[in-house]
């Protein structure tokens, strides 16, 4: 049986593991915490709509259900011609390796006054206390900014950054205490969330003036402050508290790899997933460089088709049957954008933007997604095809 060897345990190492398994290859999947974080979700614990817990889905139930070996440890260095991992607490071979460990974070200056709900798990539950401390006081400006990767477009983030905003505004109105608070936005692009198409970008943009949220947009980020955010004209967004969606960037493990990668960081694919120049290493999800459609974006739905485009491949190739699927034909835009209360369902491929206001029910629908993609993956529910 040929051994796989799958880094990271997000959205594409895993249900890469699962579809490797079933098969039937000799699965291992290394990452460097031991449960899975539903980045999806987390949007929620800063306003205490959710639990920590809620979040994560440990590896080892999911090696248990699925038959895969797990193991927590942090992969240091890839030698693709040795077909070796390298990580912390011991080396590892294989026969094809699944490279699935996210992306790296751009990391402007004085990053270290901002919290982020795109990195570590646990810096949600910072925000949460931050949070809470400001509540307490009755007043305070907190600013939500996005960050922008000019060497590819498709590694900005725009979509935690709305929802976070909006769930705190919704937490703040829900106390009493929103006209007590002052929330911005700001972004280095002229037009975030216009990747998602013209009818969400022109409702965004009714939603701050509804809302009252100051946008700062079209302005370079010079660095951080304590308390501040200052852009390339000097200009300041005093805040008492920034939490910043970084862009994807290139994960600190690739360098020294001789991987190939692209001007921004991310490893190089053929349509089939392939490492460019090397026959038995795939990468999928944040990892990887994304082709396809040009309002194109790195999204845990894309991860997840890539996981399974990449397992079929290397079924393909040791059945000899070579019926390869290739992956850029199937880049899309599906987000549920959700405030705490109400969402908005996006959908936009090359030929359509589908975009449905949903009050309550949008809500519960991504609450349910939530339940339903943790429950799915451990067998406990049937998986719904396209859901
Ligand atoms: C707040 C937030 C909300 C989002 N909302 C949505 C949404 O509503 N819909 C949507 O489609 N997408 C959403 N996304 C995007 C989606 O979460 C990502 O595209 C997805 O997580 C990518 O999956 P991945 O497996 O490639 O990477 P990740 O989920 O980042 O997983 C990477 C894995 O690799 C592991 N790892 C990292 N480094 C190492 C190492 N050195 N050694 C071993 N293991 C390592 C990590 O522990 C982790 O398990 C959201 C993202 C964020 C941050």
Known sequence: MKKILILGGGFAGVEAAIRLRKYNFDVTLISERDFMYIYPLSIWIPTGALDFKDAALPLNKLSA????????DSAVKISPKEKKVICKNGSYGFDYLVIAVGAGKAKPEGIENTYSICGAPEESLKIKEKLAELVKTGKGK???GIGGNPKDPSAMRGGPAFEELFNIDNLLRDKGLRHNFELNIFAPMETPGLRLGDKVYKLLNRFY?????????????KRFEKGAVVFEDDSRLESDLII???AGSAHEIFAGSELPLTEAGFIKTDDYLKVEGMEDIYAIGDSASLD???FRGKQGHVAEMMAGIAAHNINEKEAGTNNYKGYKEHVHILCVMDN?????YVKRDAN???VIVLPVIGHLLKRFWGWYYKNSKLNRF???PGF
Request: cysteine-free; glycine content about 8%; overall charge positive.
């Open 244 to 246: 910043f969606v970084p």
């Open 340 to 344: 705490g209360k109400a969402a908005v």
């Open 142 to 144: 907190i600013a939500v």
């Open 382 to 384: 049937p998986r719904i």
């Open 209 to 221: 003036e509804n809302l009252k949220i100051n946008k700062y947009f079209g302005k370079k980020i």
């Open 352 to 354: 359509k933007e589908t």
């Open 292 to 294: 396809g459609p040009p």
């Open 65 to 72: 259900v699925h038959k895969f070996n797990s193991i927590t």
